[in-house]
């Protein structure tokens, strides 16, 4: 129950940051993590993975707006070196499915990275239509840019899951 309750909160914070902008995202998130230490952190490690999909987040998206495949609507600042932060608050989020939501996929990296390839680049998509970012065209190209990258964060959430030992008995039995 816990799983299927992580993921519609978490699905829950992602609307809200696509759809009302950096201020609430940034409520949302803050609420979601109290939640989310409170009823599903077992272990204080998994913090060192919302760190990491932080700068993960800082890193990888900062960089595909600064090569241009990302790029924000004539209403918002283009200037800033980092990405907004809305998505730097759905980057946090991810990093809180990998113990919960995610944890069915330990140690299969094939199958999380497979996932990798499709879910994100649909969540883009829809991300962009929905919070005013421009995808560069062709479409399909930043597409497969951003498959591959998270056909690698994936994987990498989920070693070093593994490696901080941030799963629960309960996480591993269902």
């Known amino acids: 129950m816990k799983r299927f309750g992580n993921a519609i909160l ?48 800082v890193l990888i998206d900062g960089t595909l707006f600064q090569i ?19 998505l730097l608050c759905l980057w946090i989020s991810v990093g809180t499915l990998f113990a919960h939501s995610l944890s069915m996929l330990r140690s299969r990296y094939l199958l999380i990275a497979l996932m990798g390839m499709i879910g994100p680049p649909l969540s883009y998509i829809a991300g962009a239509k929905l919070s005013g970012i421009t995808l560069a065209e062709p479409i399909f190209l930043t597409l497969s840019v951003v498959a591959l990258i998270w056909a690698l964060i994936l994987p990498l959430g989920m070693w070093f899951g593994e490696r901080w030992t941030i799963f629960s008995e309960e996480s591993e039995n269902g």
């Open 10 to 57: 978490f699905q829950i914070v992602w609307f809200i940051c696509v759809l009302a902008g950096s201020v609430w995202a940034l409520v949302a998130t803050i609420v979601y993590l109290l939640i989310h230490d409170r009823y599903f952190m077992h272990t204080r490690r998994e913090l060192r993975l919302l760190v990491l999909f932080l700068g993960l987040g």
């Open 68 to 86: 241009g495949l990302f790029s924000m609507t004539a209403t918002s600042t283009g200037d800033n070196l980092l990405p907004p932060v809305w």
